[in-house]
């Protein structure tokens, strides 16, 4: 893999290998871009197949983390970490330790949280090493709620945009991937009255939300094919690729997982079939607001009541890709990138 190849290609700043061997810690952190303020973005811990596909992961997430918070409107710049490994271990503070001491070595130009594989209790290991942890007890902690009730403000807008009416009542919803967001996404969409379909690889989750809130239980490998109003993926990305594309029978793909598609391309695809494509980083974005928030000093209410406005921000995605006929993936990309680079003018005088 050519490393500076592929981090010119999407302008990264910086990519930061780190190694501990005594713990069998393995991380990357990569910053894409710092113009608006200091690089955020979550740990991922995963077993990943690779190294090469650790560094695509990374590079992609941080890249996604920009333009975040950028079009949320936040003074942040995007940046990512994974740690490559199991993220079932038990011998996990040895590991946060050497993680946390890998970013202290940036000097607070990336600010980490949680993220898939990694808790609230992980950021407590890394706090031992360093001050540049948000997502922390007694403070914002777990993400996963407000990034929730974020999804679900956006999937209120894009069924205004594509229904007519705002309303989730009776709607049928897939939710893929059932871990934090995913579980508490479930709670909202029942509170709305909307229909539930769920899947996940690990059945207990499963279980749960088939008890907690009547939904129906799905295979994992099926949910594509379901005949369903909404698809809402909330586990891992890439999910609407070649194959899964000629299966789906939803008019909405909107949910909280990053970097669902697999390639821009596919975003094209979803705008020629007619299915409406809430940009994964724009529906997502409930999580930086109250990473931010914590940042900022707000109270849990001005974190709430940005993560509202994704409802407002996802409009404004959708009329200006119908307006120039282009892909909401596309609309999404030159709004954040206008806002990168208004503030870089200004900054440059």
Known sequence: ?????????????????????????????????????????????????????????????????????????????????????????????????????????????????????TSVDDMEYLRKETQWVTGLKGRSGDPGPITAFGVCQGLKACARFRYGEESLEGRHVIVQGLGSVGYHLCKYLAEEGARLSVADIEDERVRKAVADFGATAVAPDDVYGIDADIFSPCA???????????????????????????????????????????????????????????????TAEQSMEKARGIYECLLQVFGKALLEDIPTSQAADSLARRRIAEARRVRDG
């Open 1 to 117: 893999m050519e490393i500076f190849e592929a981090m010119a290609t999407k302008e990264h700043d910086q990519l930061v290998f780190w190694s501990d061997v005594a713990s069998g810690y393995r991380g990357i952190i990569a910053i894409h871009d710092t113009t608006l303020g200091p690089a955020l973005g979550g740990t991922r811990f995963w077993n990943y197949a690779s190294e090469a596909e650790a560094i695509t992961d990374v590079l992609r997430l941080a890249r996604g983390m920009t333009y975040k918070a950028a079009i949320t409107g936040l003074a942040l710049g995007g940046g990512k970490s994974v740690i490559i490994g199991d993220n079932h271990t038990t011998e996990r503070e040895a590991i946060f330790r050497a993680h946390g001491r890998a970013i202290e070595s940036l000097g607070g130009r990336y600010i980490t949280a949680a993220d898939v594989g």
């Open 236 to 298: 891992l990305g890439a999910v609407i690729n070649d194959d899964t594309l000629d299966t789906l029978k939803v008019d909405i793909v909107a949910g909280s997982a990053n970097n669902q598609l697999a390639e821009p391309r596919h975003g094209e695809a979803l705008h020629e079939k007619g299915i409406v494509y809430a940009p994964d980083y724009v529906i997502s974005a409930g999580g930086i607001c109250s990473v931010y928030g914590e940042l900022e000093g707000w």
